[in-house]
């Protein structure tokens, strides 16, 4: 064999050689790292990438469930979720931090308390886990399987692979043509590849993404200790076999240049992408199965190791009767936050002054209600409660983009209450409603939506207000109760504890003087207040 080939052979063993040893350390050091990350409470990644879409599979799908039935953008907003999906988030995979929002949108579930338990007890089963999923990563988020268009090929392209061979075959009988021969194919197969790759780069990188996450999947699914997936895996066997040549389909993924050249001069991106192609366009609900069974381990990790940094929580009950109780509930985002304890089987009107806890007390409910029903968890001793939707109408805001007043956009948050359909059972957050406008109009407002509400038995209603004169209203349909406050010393105290009835103190002017403003201001608040 002339020398020029024995010196490309040992480069491209070289090359081999030194990708195998880096993969080989960087696979230690990872499996060295994963299970410090439980001990510490920590993900993988500390940082949120600029190519992230933790809405996409959501967005994606949305219409093809009962529209109802999802969190939809109001309450996810007001309740603050985006922060708390930050705090659960402890998944290794893109599609992973998709369908987690997925769950929180009660889109999907989060529930297998036996897997749950496997995670919580079984190291070597949960570092198994851990490190599949973190081959998987999250350098890309992937279009998802039924959303790709096959690529049509060109079957003189397949051949393309084999000529160098046969150039190198040539060499054997007739160095001189065949070297030469081996140099024009080389220089034909780079043009085209570099062209080629250029049409179909996105395809190729979903492709290879399919590809590791069918693998991870076939793996992960052998282990006894987890759940089984109605997949056969004899349908992607090149797939699985070949899917590390795909891995560096992309110049973010090429170990070394070296490697991504011989690709080159062989083809193998264009082959084995049409290769693959077919298999997974034809088993089309298989791929989306694994897809979703890797997100389905990476989320059950992720909420288990979430569960592990509170100070407590329960996993709730459900009830058929009319009612959601709980034990010591506190908001998941709230370090060190006051717990309450209630029956609630009533609509309810929350009184009290601003910074008292009915704003994080209504939140607080509102998120357990969420989370009991997506991940199976309450941030309390105990939560009973009955399935239903949950809609909120809190946090309201003048809209620049839509022109929308402060009242404009209160009217609207309310009035999509009206559009749910009867047969659903619904709780409802209502945050000081219409505050929007003045003290006349709004009490009546308030009045006439709240005694319509209540005349809804699908409807559980949870409102807060400042107006005490609504609460005398309502007194025959709503239960009082109050968050109040103290000041002792020129200092306000809160106590943040729910208390039956409505608001028995008025501090606001109080307030005033303790706060400095103008003696005169103070005595001339209080004086139009007695008068009143």
């Not at 793996?219 to 997936?229: A, V």
């Not at 709980?326 to 009290?352: I, Q, R």
Request: charged content about 20%.
């Amino acid at each position: 064999m002339p020398t020029i080939l024995w010196l490309i052979l040992a480069l491209i063993v070289a090359s081999i050689l030194l990708v195998i040893i880096t993969e080989t350390v960087n696979n230690i050091r990872l499996k060295n790292e994963l299970p410090t990350l439980w001990d510490n409470i920590k993900p993988l990644e500390k940082f949120t990438r600029p190519n992230s879409r933790h809405d996409y599979q959501y967005e994606l799908y949305k219409d093809d469930y009962d529209t109802y039935s999802l969190i939809d953008d109001k309450t996810w907003n007001d309740l603050d979720m985006p922060k708390l999906f930050g705090v659960m988030n402890f998944n290794f995979t893109a599609i992973g931090e998709m369908r987690l929002v997925c769950a929180l949108r009660h889109m999907k579930k989060i529930n297998n308390e036996k897997l749950f338990h496997v995670f919580n007890e079984n190291n070597s089963t949960r570092n198994f886990v851990a490190y599949h999923l973190a081959k998987i990563g999250k350098s890309i988020y992937p279009t998802f399987p039924d959303q790709l268009q096959p690529v049509k090929r060109n079957n003189f392209y397949m051949l393309a692979p084999y000529l160098p061979l046969i150039a190198i075959i040539i060499t054997l009988f007739n160095t001189g043509l065949g070297i030469m021969l081996l140099f024009l194919v080389c220089i034909y197969n780079m043009a085209l590849s570099g062209m080629l790759k250029r049409t179909y780069i996105d395809d190729l990188n979903s492709m290879f993404y399919n590809s590791t996450v069918v693998n991870k999947a076939y793996k992960l699914s052998n282990s006894e200790e987890l759940p089984d997936i109605d997949v056969d895996f004899k349908h992607f066997i090149v797939a699985r076999r070949f899917s590390w040549l795909l891995g560096k389909a992309s110049t973010d993924n090429d170990a070394f240049t070296v490697i991504g050249f011989i690709k080159m001069l062989l083809m193998t991106d264009y082959f084995l992408f049409h290769l693959i192609q077919s298999s997974f366009k034809r088993y089309e609900n298989e791929v989306l199965a694994c897809y979703d069974y890797i997100a389905m381990l990476d989320n059950h990790y992720s909420v288990a190791l979430w569960r592990k940094s509170l100070d407590f929580y329960s996993v709730p009950e459900t009830t058929t009767e009319d009612k959601v109780a709980f034990d010591e509930l506190v908001h998941p985002l709230l370090n060190g936050a006051v717990p309450n304890s209630l029956t609630l089987d009533f609509n309810m009107l929350l009184t009290g002054s601003n910074a008292s806890g009915k704003s994080t007390f209504m939140k607080a409910l509102a998120v357990n209600l969420l989370l009991a029903q997506s991940v199976n968890t309450t941030t309390a001793q105990h939560f009973v409660y009955k399935p239903g939707l949950i809609y909120t109408a809190m946090v309201n805001q003048d809209s620049i983009t839509s022109g929308d007043s402060y009242f404009m956009t209160e009217l609207k948050s309310i009035n999509r209450l009206f559009e749910i359909p009867q047969n659903q059972n619904v709780y409802c957050f209502i945050d000081e409603i219409f505050k929007g406008t003045n003290t006349t109009e709004r009490i009546a407002a308030s009045e006439s939506v709240l005694s319509y509400l209540d005349d809804s038995e699908q409807f559980t209603i949870i409102a807060a207000t400042h107006d005490i004169e609504l609460a005398d209203l309502l007194k025959d349909k709503y239960h009082n109760y109050h968050f109040n406050e103290s000041i002792m010393d020129n200092e306000i105290h809160f106590d943040f504890t729910i208390k039956n009835g409505k608001a028995d103190t008025r501090n606001a002017i109080e307030l005033l003087r303790i706060t400095k403003f103008p003696h005169f201001i103070y005595e001339r608040a209080k004086r139009n207040v007695i008068g009143k």
